[in-house]
T-cell receptor
């Protein structure tokens, strides 16, 4: 699976949009981009995934660049409960498990 | 059940003892995964099961670790002769199948402390 690069940490003001970047410049055509988050002392939580089109669900939006070499997870109105480590993962169709990197520690500030 | 259930939530054991960790996946999920997370570290893949296929044990760190899944449902991760470096949170996840495009659902984990 392609490797991803994320900033180690980010801050966001409560009520503002949180934009979390992810670089996956070696992604191949059949690999999906997944986002998970892990709130302290809990198991990871699935957020969203996409292949090449932008995706939106009740939790977040995923914007994937046209060349698919990077993506951005958008939390439109961050709350204090969104403080967590956010993992960007690239996974191919034949992959049998998700490989987690170091993720981005997002801190939402009051 | 509604989610992935793991037990116990916390386990303290003496070095050298064996421990068993249990995972109840979501009903109908054929794929089941074990990960561990040491303090301040990322998630480390251990093993996965898919239906009746042979499990992928490629992530198990030593032969002291083993896992089984009975009847395609409940799974047990066993650590023999525990060592202090085995202290971690052990997380179980399940999904509809290994190639599922949707995400995994994780349990809350078992925090293992070896003293």
């Amino acid at each position: 699976d392609a490797k991803t690069t994320q900033p180690t940490s980010m801050d966001c003001a409560e009520g503002r949009a949180a934009n979390l970047p992810c670089n996956h410049s070696t992604i191949s055509g059949n690999e999906y981009v997944y986002w998970y988050r892990q709130i302290h002392s809990q198991g990871p939580q699935y957020i969203i995934h996409g292949l090449k089109n932008n995706e939106t669900n009740e939790m977040a939006s995923l914007i994937i660049t046209e060349d698919r070499k990077s993506s951005t997870l958008i939390l439109p109105h961050a709350t204090l409960r969104d403080t967590a480590v956010y993992y960007c993962i690239v996974r191919g169709g034949s992959a049998r498990q998700l490989t987690f990197g170091s993720g981005t520690q997002l801190t939402v500030l009051p | 059940g509604a989610g992935v259930s793991q037990s116990p939530s916390n386990k303290v054991t003496e070095k050298g003892k064996d421990v068993e960790l249990r995972c109840d996946p979501i009903s109908g999920h054929t794929a089941l995964y074990w990960y561990r997370q040491s303090l301040g570290q990322g998630l480390e893949f251990l093993i996965y099961f898919q239906g009746n296929s042979a499990p992928d044990k490629s992530g198990l760190p030593s032969d002291r670790f083993s896992a089984e899944r009975t009847g395609g449902s409940v799974s047990t991760l066993t650590i023999q002769r525990t060592q202090q470096e085995d202290s971690a949170v052990y997380l179980c996840a399940s999904s509809l199948d290994v190639g599922a495009r949707g995400g995994y659902t994780f349990g809350s984990g078992t925090r293992l402390t070896v003293v």
